[in-house]
């Protein structure tokens, strides 16, 4: 893989194979929701023949490629979304070379390591160098995983938390920059704990560009951001690389995703759950397993397109914060 060549990602990727051939992670998401007008690269999107009822994130994602010139892409076409196969499909039409690979779904580590070890004869690596770029990322996630344990004290934001955590998946192309850049952020006072209102957010990261300003103007205390979390890695900080990507929960579903949503229940000392859902994303279903098996409140709010949060969402947030 030639040096510097960008490679656009769409979910947390083995982002050390990348590294390690010299090329520099996108995370396409990322430059998506931050846009300027995220919701005019949907519109953009749906012109191009994306039908209305597919998601927001999925056209996002296509628009945000084309608009940036991303030649490369690497996707999983299994462990992801259901429409990454066809979105992967659309992108090779469009001349632009993907890269596929999947996450096992029964977590074989076996068919894990073949899958990875697939994509270091794409880019050219070997394993050694790809197990020394896990081993230089540990310092970025140990720093992290520190942003993380003061989210549960109160001393950074949900919101703050949520941006480092996400940004993750790419570590914004650079590593050391980026771990320069955590570890220079604000000092911040210890805000005055709410326990009757500490949440986490389970599910896909939320579209609405305002959600966490409108959870924190309620007065929920969010100590809790799964996927980003999942992103980060750092619950694994002990373990090796492959082992890593087997913990990493959300490529195999919701029932092994559970396990660690407990856990962290439990840790955070949660009072409640809001799962966000995506408009026409299977995840949705994963609601009927979240309410069978969690056993404090949880409130679902569905979002469509990338624009501030609806009065009627908001409404039931309030509703939600009232019965807390």
């Not at 010299?22 to 300027?36: L, S």
């Not at 590593?175 to 006072?189: A, Y």
Request: hydrophobic letters at 35%; a neutral charge.
């Amino acid at each position: 893989m030639q040096s510097n060549t960008k490679i656009g990602i769409t979910t947390t990727v083995p982002v050390e194979i990348i590294l390690a051939s010299g090329a520099i992670p996108v995370d396409i998401n990322n430059i998506f929701i931050t846009d300027v007008d995220p919701g005019n690269l949907v519109d953009k999107a749906e012109k191009a023949g994306f039908p209305q009822n597919t998601c927001s994130w999925i056209k996002g994602l296509y628009q945000t490629i084309i608009s940036q010139n991303i030649e490369k892409v690497l996707s999983p076409v299994w462990g992801d979304c259901s429409n990454s196969f066809a979105l992967s499909e659309i992108l090779s039409e469009c001349g632009i070379e993907v890269i596929e690979f999947q996450y096992p779904f029964d977590r074989n580590i076996k068919r894990l390591k073949e899958s990875f070890k697939e994509l270091y004869d794409r880019f050219d690596v070997s394993e050694k160098d790809v197990l020394k770029k896990h081993d230089d990322l540990q310092k970025v996630r140990k720093e992290l995983k520190t942003i993380d344990d003061l989210t549960i004290k109160g001393n950074i934001s949900g919101k703050d938390n949520h941006i480092y955590l996400v940004s993750s998946s790419d570590f914004e192309g650079n590593p050391d920059l980026f771990l320069k850049k955590i570890k220079n952020r604000p000092n911040i006072i210890k805000k005055e704990s709410d326990d009757n209102h500490r949440i986490g957010i389970i599910g896909v990261p939320p579209i609405f560009t305002n959600f966490f300003d409108v959870l924190e103007e309620l007065g929920f205390s969010v100590v809790y951001n799964e996927i980003p979390a999942e992103f980060s890695m750092i619950k694994s900080l002990d373990k090796g690389f492959y082992e890593k990507y087997l913990e990493y929960s959300y490529p195999y579903g919701m029932r092994f995703r559970l396990h660690t949503i407990k856990k962290e229940i439990k840790r955070r000392r949660l009072k409640g759950i809001i799962h966000y859902t995506q408009c026409f994303c299977y995840r949705q279903i994963e609601d009927i397993l979240l309410r069978k098996n969690i056993d404090i409140p949880i409130l679902t709010i569905e979002g469509d397109r990338p624009c501030e949060i609806d009065s009627r969402s908001r409404m039931r947030l309030e509703n939600f914060w009232e019965l807390l």
